[in-house]
Nanobody, 126 residues
Framework: QVQLVESGGGLVQAGGSLRLSCAAS????????MGWFRQAPGKEREFVAA????????YSTDSVKGRFTISRDNAKNTVYLQMNSLKPEDTAVYYC???????????????????WGQGTQVTVSS
């Protein structure tokens, strides 16, 4: 089992920034990739960004490219999502997830992630 705990959500004005953190514990050696997803009210959960625990490759959806950056700290078993230039349409519950698939585009699919955090609310006001 892998446990994930997100933090860093909150209320911010449009154009502002937030940094989300996701701390992993438990059987983290079985984890190969970390992903961030979000779900807005009435919408399906969507992929935001992903990063492998090794190497330099990162992946993100087009709507956040140039604004959001995913990074990791292997020593702390923590992944971050730096969100800049936030827009009202970024409002959602953000979830981190981990799995052992390392290939694109599979890692953009929520079904590739067996372990999920509880989510953290991000609200961007206009």
């Amino acid at each position: 089992q892998v446990q994930l705990v997100e933090s860093g959500g909150g209320l911010v004005q449009a154009g502002g920034s937030l940094r989300l953190s996701c701390a992993a514990s438990g059987r983290t050696f079985s984890s190969y990739v970390m992903g961030w997803f979000r779900q807005a009210p009435g919408k399906e959960r969507e992929f935001v960004a992903a990063i492998r625990w090794s190497g330099s490759s990162t992946y993100s959806t087009d709507s956040v490219k140039g604004r959001f950056t995913i990074s990791r700290d292997n020593a702390k078993n923590t992944v971050y999502l730096q969100m800049n230039s936030l827009k009202p349409e970024d409002t959602a519950v953000y979830y981190c997830a981990t799995g052992n698939s390392g290939f694109w585009p599979q890692i953009s699919r929520s079904t590739e992630y067996p372990y999920w955090g509880q989510g953290t609310q991000v609200t961007v006001s206009s």
